[in-house]
């Protein structure tokens, strides 16, 4: 069965750098086209990154510049560079599948001083 682990987060100051994994199984890695979402309190589950198995990017525009998106096919990880973080991108970050409706335990990324 499909399962995607998530971690890296924590408490961050602003400006801070953090790089989230996601430690996938279950399924053929390589040839899935993967995300990172992010859930802010009381809003809904957003689209941060997504990368395809060929390795093009595309960013939502509030993280465009300041996130990455990269994937390690022979680890099966995905990975997401958090650069320049600001307050706003508290959340609970997810990595998924984009088809897939299912959701792990996500990774808390607080961005506070």
């Known amino acids: 069965q499909v399962q995607l682990v998530e971690s890296g987060g924590g408490l961050v100051q602003p400006g801070g750098s953090p790089r989230l994994s996601c430690a996938a199984s279950?399924?053929?890695?390589?040839?899935?086209?993967m995300g990172w979402y992010r859930q802010a309190p009381g809003k809904e589950r957003e689209l941060v990154a997504a990368?395809?198995?060929?390795?093009?990017?595309n960013y939502a525009d509030s993280v465009k510049g300041r996130f990455t998106i990269s994937r390690d096919n022979a680890k099966t990880t995905l990975y997401l560079q958090m650069n320049s973080l600001k307050p706003e991108d508290t959340a609970v970050y997810y990595c998924?599948?984009?088809?897939?409706?299912?959701w792990g335990q996500g990774t808390q990324v607080t961005v506070s001083s």
């Open positions: 990368i395809t198995s060929g390795g093009s990017t």
């Open positions: 998924n599948i984009p088809t897939r409706r299912n």
């Open positions: 279950g399924f053929i890695f390589s040839i899935n086209a």
